[in-house]
C-alpha cells in the first residue's frame, strides 16, 4: 500500500526539541526523507536515511528508523523561530520498474517564545 | 533557491480554459517531476520526464499532460479546468532517472506556480 502518515500540528517552545513522527506502510521503501517547505516556498530536502539504517545524525537533526514498526521520526534540537515550517515525511519505493516519492500530508510545526 | 525555476508565480483564470505551467530544471538534471499541493489531497505526484521520455506516471487526470522538450525544460498543460484544479503545481528535478537502484534520487523543489480557478 501506499500511504505515509503525519500528525498535522505540533507546538513547541523555543529551545526544546521537537519530535515529528510519520509511519509508512511500504516495507520495500529504500529511502525514507524529511522534507521541509516554509510558508510561499518549495518543498527543501533536510535530510534521508537509507532503509538498512536506524539512525542517521545531521547537526541538529536526528532521524530515527525502525523498521518492524514502519515508523519514522525527525528529532529537531534547540528548535528556533525559524524552524517553524511544514515538515514532510516521504518514502521511496520501487513501482513498475521505477521509484516513486510518496509523501505524507505534512506536520506544521510552530515554535513560540 | 534550489536552481530549479517555475513561471509563472501566480496564475487566475476561469473554469473551462486551459493553462500552461512552465519549469526549468537544475543545471545538468535530467529527470523533471511535477507535483500538486491541494489543501484537500496533500501532496500528489504527477508525472515524470527523463530526458525527455516520459517515465512515471502518478495520479494525474487525462485532463492533464506534460513534455519535456530537447533543453529539458518542462511544460504541464491543464485543460478544461475545474474549481477543484485550484492547487500548488510544483516542479521539482533529479539528476537521475529514479530507476531501479539505490540511489537517494534526491528532488530540488522549484517554488511552485499556485493556480486559482475561478
Known amino acids: 500500500g501506499e500511504d505515509v502518515e503525519q500528525s498535522l500540528f505540533l507546538s513547541v517552545r523555543e529551545g526544546d526539541s521537537s519530535v515529528i513522527n510519520c509511519t509508512y506502510t511500504d516495507s520495500s521503501s529504500t529511502y525514507l526523507y524529511w522534507y521541509k517547505q516554509e510558508p510561499g516556498a518549495g518543498l527543501q530536502l533536510l535530510t534521508y536515511i537509507f532503509s538498512n539504517m536506524d539512525m542517521k545524525q545531521d547537526q541538529r537533526l536526528t532521524v530515527l528508523l525502525n523498521k518492524k514498526d514502519k515508523h519514522l521520526s525527525l528529532r529537531i534540537a534547540d528548535t528556533q523561530t525559524g524552524d517553524s515550517a511544514i515538515y514532510f515525511c516521504?518514502?521511496?519505493?520501487?513501482?513498475?520498474?521505477?521509484?516513486?516519492?510518496?509523501f505524507g500530508a505534512g506536520t506544521r510545526l510552530a515554535v513560540h517564545p | 533557491d534550489s536552481g530549479v525555476t517555475q513561471t509563472p508565480k501566480h496564475l487566475i483564470t476561469a473554469t473551462g480554459q486551459r493553462v500552461t505551467l512552465r519549469c526549468s530544471p537544475r543545471?545538468?538534471?535530467?529527470?523533471v517531476y511535477w507535483y500538486q499541493q491541494s489543501l484537500d489531497q496533500g501532496l500528489q505526484f504527477l508525472i515524470q520526464y527523463y530526458n525527455g521520455e516520459e517515465r512515471a506516471k502518478g495520479n494525474i487526470l487525462e485532463r492533464f499532460s506534460a513534455q519535456q522538450f530537447p533543453d529539458l525544460h518542462s511544460e504541464l498543460n491543464l485543460s478544461s479546468l475545474e474549481l477543484g484544479d485550484s492547487a500548488l503545481y510544483f516542479c521539482a528535478s533529479s539528476p537521475v532517472s529514479g530507476g531501479p537502484g539505490l540511489d537517494r534520487n534526491e528532488q530540488f523543489f522549484g517554488p511552485g506556480t499556485r493556480l486559482t480557478v475561478l
Open positions: 543545471s545538468g538534471d535530467l529527470s
Open positions: 516521504a518514502e521511496r519505493f520501487p513501482s513498475g520498474g521505477y521509484n516513486k516519492l510518496i
